[in-house]
């Protein structure tokens, strides 16, 4: 992977963290086209590039992050952090091979478009319209339904935002503490893949830290905008636009997989 490759993923990254598309699956069709080599440390760039992207909630949130009388803020993410802490090093050898399957990303894409065509009308009589009335059991069942993103192509966001809807959040309290949920889930991930790379690489080469830096440092700036734009739009139109948007590209991808311009 060089410098230019890594710009565009993190762009990509950047673009659809916080969409209910899947930054994962978009990460991995970005790296066919692109051509980049799947190795070790590509698979751990895709997961570890998330964390700067997911700063940008830290920094657009800061009142609420930063609020340390609010203890009971910081408990809840972390009861809803735990089930993604303990699948993920369960399943994390399957993990990795599924980051290589262009197919999987294309089925669940197309799977969750028609489920989000349908979301908005499925939860019906939202109560909670804040975290501060998000319970604990109901943190810890939204991180459950956030750990469906373990497969690519699911999308984290849309995955913890349909948890959320389930336990009675409004669309706008639901993406709001999906983005809350996803500060210690992507900071945990992020930091078992690094640990995890550098015992089996024997460390970071220069060129390795410089890449990592650059794809963070641009995953962040462009989340930036990305995450006042979702809430806005997400506030006017819904899931249905999104769940267009996936069953296309997940048919796109699958007459492409057939005709063999993209690997399967």
């Known amino acids: 992977m060089n410098f230019i490759q890594s710009i565009i993923i993190a ?27 799947s190795n070790d440390f590509t698979k751990m760039f895709t997961v570890a590039i998330q964390l700067g992207a997911i700063l940008a909630v830290v920094v657009l949130y800061h009142k609420k992050f930063f609020d340390f009388k609010r203890w009971q803020f910081y408990l809840k993410l972390i009861v809803g952090v735990i089930p993604a802490i303990f699948l993920g090093a ?36 939202p109560r909670i319209d804040s975290e501060e009335k998000v319970s604990f059991p109901k943190a810890f069942i939204i991180g459950i339904w956030q750990c469906l993103a373990m497969v690519p192509g699911v999308s984290r966001s849309a995955a913890s935002i349909i948890g959320g809807m389930q336990q009675k959040l409004t669309r706008n309290a639901a993406a709001e503490f999906s983005f809350f949920l996803a500060v210690p889930t992507m900071a945990a ?56 948007y996936r069953i296309i590209l997940g048919v796109l991808l699958l007459v492409l997989i057939s005709k063999g311009y993209l690997a399967k």
């Open 189 to 244: 991930a992020t930091g078992y893949k690094l640990l995890k790379y550098y015992k089996t690489s024997g460390g970071f080469s220069g060129e390795e830290i410089k890449i990592l830096a650059v794809g963070n440092v641009v995953a962040f700036i462009v989340a930036l905008l990305a995450i006042k734009f979702f809430i806005g739009f997400l506030k006017k139109y819904g899931f249905r636009v999104w769940g267009i």
């Open 90 to 125: 369960l399943f994390n050898d399957k993990i990795d091979e599924l980051l290589e399957s262009t197919t999987t990303v294309a089925i669940a894409l197309l799977v969750g478009g028609v489920i989000l065509l349908f979301i908005d009308n499925v939860f019906k009589n």
């Open 11 to 37: 762009i990509v990254e950047g673009l659809t963290e916080f969409l209910p598309v899947s930054s994962t699956g978009h990460m991995i069709i970005a790296e066919k086209i692109l051509n980049v080599t």
